[in-house]
């Protein structure tokens, strides 16, 4: 089973400053989730990475697929208090098959305070 | 639409009892899985079902089991309580076998 490393495992900042969160793998993704989870709920997707080298972004969040498809990184611009979470990054294509289940890294915990 | 319906919210077990978390959908979806979210370790699968009648195990799938009757419908038994089942269990769906995955909001089991 293809495991994925997340870092760093916790992340305590201030409303307005800058973070990254990586997700890293010995093995080339097929394609790459991304999750947040809020206190209480279950995780609901951000995004898809598929390309190389891709990036997206989603208002103050900016995702990257590395060139090798074996990392990606989630950037949050100017933090907010909103942004509290878990944030998990998930492999659909573990072991080499795909039906419907995901492998996760183990999670980034952040905490935005005022 | 309700999405992915899970029951029990809590639920507290003494060691050796069995019961059966529910989980529902009503999007049609044909793949279905249950995970356990346990500190520092992310999520991981129990079991899983790619449609009606079609089940196989995950990564951590002992004590656990599983059926798929209707499309809709995807239980998860625990045989026989044990504390290191002790976890949080979310139930997930998906259109697709890559595709997003939608949760449930979980079910926070312990076991005494």
């Known amino acids: 089973t293809q495991l994925l490393e997340q870092s760093p495992q916790f992340l305590s900042i201030q409303e307005g400053e800058n973070l990254t969160v990586y997700c890293n793998s010995s093995?080339?993704?097929?394609?790459l989730q991304w999750y947040r989870q809020e206190p209480g709920e279950g995780p609901v997707l951000l995004v898809t990475v598929v390309t190389g080298g891709e990036v997206k972004k989603l208002k103050r969040l900016t995702f990257q697929f590395g060139d090798a498809r074996k990392d990606s990184s989630l950037h949050i611009t100017a933090a907010q208090p909103g942004d509290t979470g878990l944030y998990l990054c998930a492999d659909p294509f573990a072991g080499g098959t795909s039906y419907g289940k995901l492998t996760f890294g183990q999670g980034t915990i952040l905490t935005v305070h005022p | 639409n309700a999405g992915v319906t899970q029951t029990p919210k809590f639920q507290v077990l003494k060691t050796g009892q069995s019961m059966t978390l529910q989980c529902a959908q009503d999007m049609n979806h044909e793949y279905m899985s249950w995970y356990r979210q346990d500190p520092g370790m992310g999520l991981r699968l129990i079991h899983y079902s790619v449609g009606a009648g079609i089940t196989d195990q995950g990564e951590v799938p002992n004590g656990y089991n599983v059926s798929r009757s209707t499309t809709e419908d995807f239980p998860l038994r625990l045989l026989s309580a044990a504390p290191s089942q002790t976890s949080v269990y979310f139930c997930?769906?998906?259109?697709?076998?890559?595709?997003?995955?939608?949760f449930g909001p979980g079910t926070r089991l312990t076991v005494t």
């Open positions: 093995s080339v993704f097929s394609s």
């Open positions: 997930a769906s998906s259109y697709s076998r890559t595709g997003e995955q939608y």
